[in-house]
């Protein structure tokens, strides 16, 4: 676990999204360890309280809670906002996790294509709905899981949803790609807020990312079992960005091995940033986005 180079996580208020299972799972037991209370999200109520006994059991004095979301449904991320909202009045860090890989092209509930749907509108959305408490607990922070697979798969926002020609190492990447340029809008919008929002590309890691596809996960997953890394090291850079007293002020990064670092050069084009929260503030029907929810510039 990190330790030296942590802030004091008493009494912060985490939220850890795709919390029980992988790098979330283990994240969410390292902050749950430094003190914070966690908030686990996931979309099996069995496996959240199954994590949440976990990290009991491992941490007695953790302060756990959980929320049951499907973070595909739109509707379901309205909800887990709203329960949230419930049950604290402040939000420390958010930790954008979730996401899924899938082999053939299928779509949400909402009629999305699922990859795009998941992987980055569930990102989108469920950050805006909670913008206006992430500002009032700042220093705040938004943490997003992303990926090397970003690196040259560039936007087609002629086809974002892959109606045309759907690959699925394609829509991953896409998607992954999606996650940074998100980020780095978002960090431009919160400048001056004391919320910081960075993104990171955690390895290739041992995990059970795209088990639900069958024989996709029969071929691939001994292989990233056999060559990723385990999920402690998969989780180190999300902790560090989430807790890190060394990132107090830093905001719109790309991370890798607890180091900033660069990503592809097509994310920095900022006309792309603005364009892709322009079109998933009209998908999530959050016309302009933070602007209109927080009244930020």
Known sequence: ????????????????????????????LELAAMGATVILVGRNHQKCMRTSEMINAKVPTADVDFI?????????????????????NRLDVLVNN???????????????????????????????????????????????????????????????QAEKNYVFRNAYGQSKFANIIFTYELARKLEGTGVIANVLHPGLVATNIGRDNGILAKLVQPLIFRRGLPVEEGA?????????????????????????????????????????????????????GMDSLSGSR
């Open 98 to 160: 979730a996401g899924g890989v899938f082999l053939r092209r299928q779509t949400s509930v909402d009629g999305i294509e699922m990859t795009f749907a998941l992987n980055h509108l569930n990102y989108f959305l469920l950050t805006n709905l909670l913008l206006d408490i992430l500002r009032t607990s700042a220093p705040s922070r938004v943490v997003n899981v992303a990926s090397g697979a970003h690196r040259n798969s560039p936007l087609d926002f002629d086809d974002l």
């Open 236 to 288: 180190r850079t999300v902790v560090y960005l989430a807790s890190s007293a060394e990132v107090e002020g830093v905001t719109g990064k790309y991370f890798f091995k607890e180091r900033e670092t660069k990503s592809d050069p097509a994310t920095y084009r900022e006309e792309d940033w603005r364009r892709l929260w322009e079109i998933s503030a009209q998908m999530t029907g959050l016309v302009g």
């Open 68 to 88: 049951v979301a499907d973070l595909s449904s739109q509707e379901q991320v309205q909800d887990l906002a709203a329960e949230f909202r419930r049950r604290y």
């Open 1 to 28: 676990m990190i330790g030296e180079k942590h802030l004091s996580m008493l009494l912060k208020v985490c939220m850890v999204t795709g919390a029980t299972s992988g790098i979330g799972k283990q994240t969410a």
